[in-house]
Nanobody
Framework: QLVESGGGLVQPGGSLTLSCQASGFTLDDYFIGWFRQAPGKGREGVSCISISGLRTVYLDSAKGRFTISRDAAQKTVYLQMNNLKREDTGVYYC??????????????????????RGQGTQVTVSS
């Protein structure tokens, strides 16, 4: 399974770094995506990173503010979030799956699709 951490309460303009770690399988072997879900809204894909780490995809509103990366030595995928806005509030989940790039980064967030998914970490952006 996947375990997310790093969420919390932050003021608008602040920063958070989310982490995603795996237990029971090797994170390095999978595409990893971050998606979020706000109250009363559907899933929204935020970012995705390839197995090599060389290819990344971002939600338009996250470009220039969020950075996804993976550290093989730490067996962790990170989502660095800067200049956070109120609309970034939600539960953030990481997901792991296999497929062909770039299609996999479009479908990894779909209900029932990811091979593995974490329980989520709450991010609240509020003053």
């Amino acid at each position: 399974q996947l375990v997310e951490s790093g969420g919390g309460l932050v003021q608008p303009g602040g920063s958070l770094t989310l982490s995603c770690q795996a237990s029971g399988f090797t994170l390095d072997d999978y595409f990893i995506g971050w998606f979020r879900q706000a109250p009363g809204k559907g899933r929204e894909g935020v970012s995705c990173i390839s197995i090599s780490g060389l290819r990344t995809v971002y939600l338009d509103s996250a470009k220039g503010r969020f950075t996804i990366s993976r550290d093989a030595a730490q067996k962790t995928v990170y989502l660095q979030m800067n200049n956070l806005k109120r609309e970034d509030t939600g539960v953030y989940y990481c997901a792991a799956d296999l497929g062909l790039y770039p299609r996999i980064c479009e479908v990894i967030f779909e209900e029932g699709r990811p091979k593995y998914r974490g329980q989520g970490t709450q991010v609240t952006v509020s003053s």
